[in-house]
């Protein structure tokens, strides 16, 4: 069987049933083999092996492997070359290259074809079984991204939203609920939270999914230039109108309208989109005919439009008409559990863009990341990112490459303590055991007051308790 066809007849059976997950063992020495094949086995690891590039490619196509060990000189292909094709069909396999020849050159050239790491025979024990654990972590949180992007594109066409906690998972099976209707809805959440990400998704999951989905961020213009945009006008409605001009609500016709910070709206536009909203009618700037307007509206704020109504800055109508369905996105310090998953999603956008090699976060780095408060939320996550890959010189994203801030330089950030060995899966752990176990000491150890702060549900918060083995200690105080 040519090697093309084994790549092509590629078929996942799912996760590996064993724990620690599943290695392939690729080298022409059975002595090496067998070496490998026992210490990883005593680990706990499932192993299979393979004497030629072609076997391994047989192996490959029959099942999932969470890690490849490589050998560099192969009797019927050269390793690097052969990394270079696996990574080409699949950029997700983790690859480790293990080889008698360690040059500075082959290193290079391996992590330049995409290995995760180069391990040189004869290998520390120790030090080969912490990168094999480094190795199936990252390999096991890249495939967790990739499945739940898979899923969540399938069930709800998705593109670029990343999470699997419960407020994200809620607001998904919302947003399918939502979708198929007619009705207005009102997204509320900080700056960065994804807002209209969510109301592309919206649109694609309505009926009007093959029509216009049109973006305008109605705080960004003065009120006249605004409604010119939303309405059009007719030539000569004002000096510099020397042509009549289409607006969005005639662009978006049968399509979706989203309102972008519509909170900053001024009093005057706000009382014309009523209008629409109440009438579904509108007219051009300086026009006298009516048109329909055949057009769904997202509208989004950062702020709080209930406060905005007391406050006399926002009209109590269209408040209510707006907030038909309301999607309330919570910021990321409060599901911080998706961020191991947002950092590898942005690796691998900005090192594709970049024509990188594929990259990985340091413990170090992750923990910085993790501890992190996050104000400007998930596009800031974006944002210091992509800065880590283009700025860095090699395959890994250190401490050194993010800011002062949010590397805790000159802050009083907690630092927990991880073996070098620790999995992504532990460091997260860790951080999570370590922010459940402080917010139930500052309320006494009360449950139910923790999960209010958390703002998670109780049943929640002791799922959490029970797996992270937290002791529960006995209130000290009334």
């Known amino acids: 069987m040519s090697e093309a066809a084994v790549i092509s007849q590629r078929g996942f059976s799912g996760a590996a049933p064993f724990p620690l997950g599943s290695v392939l063992i690729v080298d022409?020495?059975?002595?090496?083999?067998?070496?490998?094949?026992?210490?990883?086995?005593?680990?706990?690891?499932?192993?299979?092996?393979?004497?030629?590039?072609?076997?391994?490619?047989?192996?490959?196509?029959?099942r999932e492997f969470d890690l490849i060990l490589l050998d560099l000189a192969l009797p019927d292909r050269n390793g690097i070359d052969l990394l270079a094709d696996l990574r080409i069909h699949n950029p997700q396999f983790s690859i480790i290259m293990i080889t008698a020849y360690g040059t500075v050159e082959n290193a290079v050239s391996a992590m330049q074809a995409g290995a995760v790491n180069f391990v040189q025979k004869p290998w520390d024990n120790e030090k080969l079984l912490a990168d094999v654990r480094a190795a199936v972590a990252?390999?096991?949180?890249?495939?967790?991204?990739?499945?739940?992007?898979?899923?969540?594109?399938?069930?709800?066409?998705?593109?670029?939203?990343?999470?699997?906690?419960?407020p994200m998972l809620r607001i998904f099976d919302l947003v399918a609920q939502v979708a198929p209707s007619r009705s207005t809805v009102l997204l509320q959440g900080e700056s960065g939270t994804g807002k209209e990400l969510i109301a592309k998704a919206i649109h694609l999951n309505s009926p009007r999914r093959d029509r216009s989905f049109v973006p305008v961020n109605t705080g960004s213009m003065p009120s006249d230039l605004l409604e010119s945009t939303l309405f059009g006008h007719v030539k000569g409605a004002f000096t510099s109108a020397i042509?009549?001009?289409?607006?969005?609500?005639?662009?978006?016709?049968?399509?979706?309208?989203?309102?972008?910070?519509?909170?900053?709206?001024?009093m005057d536009t706000q009382s014309k989109i009523l209008r629409v909203l109440q009438d579904r009618k509108f007219m051009h700037l300086g026009g006298v005919h009516e048109l329909q307007a055949d057009v769904r509206i997202i509208a989004a704020t950062n702020v709080d439009l209930k406060q905005h109504v007391r406050d006399g800055k926002f009209r109590e109508d269209l408040f209510y008409r707006l907030n038909v369905i309301t999607v309330d996105l919570p910021p990321l310090r409060q599901r911080k559990e998706d961020i191991p998953l947002?950092?590898?999603?942005?690796?691998?956008?900005?090192?594709?863009?970049?024509?990188?090699?594929?990259?990985?976060?340091?413990?170090?780095?992750?923990?910085?990341?993790?501890?992190?408060?996050?104000?400007?939320?998930?596009?800031?996550?974006?944002n210091v990112i992509e800065r880590a890959v283009v700025l860095s010189s090699g395959p890994e994203i250190g401490i050194d490459l993010l800011a002062d801030?949010?590397?805790?330089?000159?802050?009083?950030?907690?630092?927990?303590?991880?073996?070098?060995?620790?999995?992504?899966?532990?460091?997260?752990?860790?951080?999570?055991?370590?922010?459940?176990?402080?917010?139930?000491?500052?309320?006494?150890?009360?449950?139910?007051?923790?999960?209010?702060?958390?703002?998670?549900?109780?049943?929640?918060l002791n799922q959490k308790i029970k797996r992270l083995s937290i002791e529960i200690k006995k209130k000290t105080r009334d």
Not at 143 to 150: C, S, T, V
Not at 243 to 266: P, Q, V, Y
Not at 431 to 442: A, F, G, P, S, T
């Open 138 to 166: 990252r390999h096991r949180v890249e495939e967790e991204n990739i499945q739940l992007k898979r899923a969540l594109k399938q069930r709800y066409n998705f593109e670029n939203i990343v999470g699997k906690s419960e």
């Open 28 to 62: 022409d020495e059975a002595a090496i083999r067998e070496s490998l094949q026992t210490l990883l086995e005593m680990e706990g690891y499932q192993v299979e092996t393979a004497a030629t590039a072609l076997q391994g490619l047989e192996r490959i196509g029959e």
């Open 405 to 460: 801030n949010i590397a805790g330089r000159g802050t009083s950030f907690p630092r927990l303590e991880h073996r070098g060995d620790a999995s992504l899966f532990d460091i997260v752990e860790d951080y999570e055991r370590h922010i459940i176990v402080d917010m139930l000491d500052k309320c006494n150890w009360n449950q139910t007051d923790a999960a209010e702060r958390f703002r998670v549900p109780l049943s929640t």
């Open 342 to 382: 947002l950092v590898e999603f942005f690796l691998q956008k900005y090192a594709e863009e970049n024509d990188r090699p594929a990259m990985r976060v340091t413990p170090e780095a992750l923990r910085a990341l993790l501890t992190y408060s996050w104000p400007g939320n998930v596009r800031e996550v974006e």
């Open 243 to 266: 042509a009549s001009k289409k607006g969005l609500f005639e662009i978006a016709d049968r399509g979706t309208l989203f309102l972008d910070e519509i909170g900053n709206m001024s």
